[in-house]
Structures are given as C-alpha cells and as structure tokens.
C-alpha cells in the first residue's frame, strides 16, 4: 500500500468514525455554499426591477450575509481546532511510529475534503427543497430564470459557490493543521489527560 492509499484509508476511517464536529463543520459548509450561491446567482442574473431606492437595502442584505459568511468561516476555524486537538494523541502515537508531518498534514486535508463534500451535498438537497418549496419568494432577488443564458449563469454560480465554499473550508483548517502536524509525539503520549 503506498502513502497516498494509505492516506486516504485513514481519512475514510477516520471519517467514518467521526463526532458531532464533522456534521457541524458539515453544515456550517452547506450553509457557506448556500450563501455564495444565492451571492453568485443575484451577481450573475440580477434583477432589472431594482431602482435606487431598493438597491441600496440589497446592499445592506449583501454586506450582512458577507458578515455571516465571515462568522462561519471563525466557526469552522474552531470546529477545526476541536477535531485537531481532540485527535491530540493520536496524531502523536502516528508521529511516534514514524508518520511525517506531511502525511497527517494530508490525512487532514482529505478527512476536509470528504466533509466539504457532503457539505456540498447537503446544500444541493437544501437547495433544491428551497427552489421546490417557494422560489417565489426568492424571485425578486434575481433576475428572469428562464432567459437565454440564465442556466448556463445558473451553473457558473453553483461551481463558484463550490470553489469558494472548498476554500473557505481549505482555510479555515490551515492553521490548526499546521499546528497539530508541529507536535512531538513525547509530548503528545506524555502529557495523555
């Protein structure tokens, strides 16, 4: 078995085996995907009924949704944090047996992978239960759906939506990677709580 199987065999493993804080970081990714879409798709179709006066409330509605966004990536960071530090001993009996630090530097970064996926498949179902239940509602945020172009529009902001909710996540557990990949493994199996 060669490193990268062996990598992804843990991270499977490891995300089969998982806590509560992968389907809150689940979630919180779901969430993240369903605000960049909704971000993408009024910037890809925006509505032409907007006038000045309603313009400026769409603003207010964009800057606090960039405002949850931004307090869902700090939650990720935390949620990230726990599920590093609460892996504090193994990831030092995985040092101590001989892994480097790249390899659980990778086993965290597909273990991320795999959560941002289902958190990309639960913000599809999400989505499409929201459009089946009241696009109506949500009409006047965007513009015509059924004109030329408006799928194609559509899909850009879905794969834009993707690519920064895959980035927000990417960040988000940078730093408590780096610093669980930093521990001795004498420290970790000395100081065991």
């Known amino acids: 078995m060669n490193q990268l199987q062996k990598v992804r065999w843990l991270a499977r493993r490891n995300f089969i085996r998982g806590s509560f804080s992968n389907y809150a970081a689940m979630i919180l990714v779901a969430i993240n995907a369903l605000a960049f879409f909704g971000y993408y798709l009024h910037r890809f179709l925006p509505n032409p009924l907007y006038t000045n006066e309603r313009a400026a409330a769409l603003q207010a509605a964009e800057f606090i949704l960039l405002v949850c966004i931004?307090?869902?990536?700090?939650?990720?960071?935390?949620?990230?944090?726990?599920?590093?530090?609460?892996?504090?001993h193994e990831m030092g009996l995985l040092r101590g047996i001989g892994a480097r630090r790249i390899f659980i530097f990778s086993l965290l970064f597909v273990e991320t992978q795999m959560t941002v996926f289902c958190g990309m498949v639960l913000a599809a179902l999400l989505g499409l239960g929201l459009a089946k239940m009241g696009f109506e509602a949500l009409q006047p945020f965007f513009g015509d759906m059924a004109a030329d172009g408006a799928f194609v529009k559509a899909l850009l902001a879905f794969l834009a939506a993707f690519a920064s909710a895959e980035i927000i996540a990417m960040l988000a557990l940078l730093y408590p990677a780096l610093k669980i990949c930093r521990i001795e493994p004498h420290s970790a199996l000395h100081n065991r709580e």
């Open 70 to 88: 931004a307090m869902n990536f700090l939650s990720l960071i935390v949620i990230f944090w726990l599920i590093t530090r609460g892996r504090y």
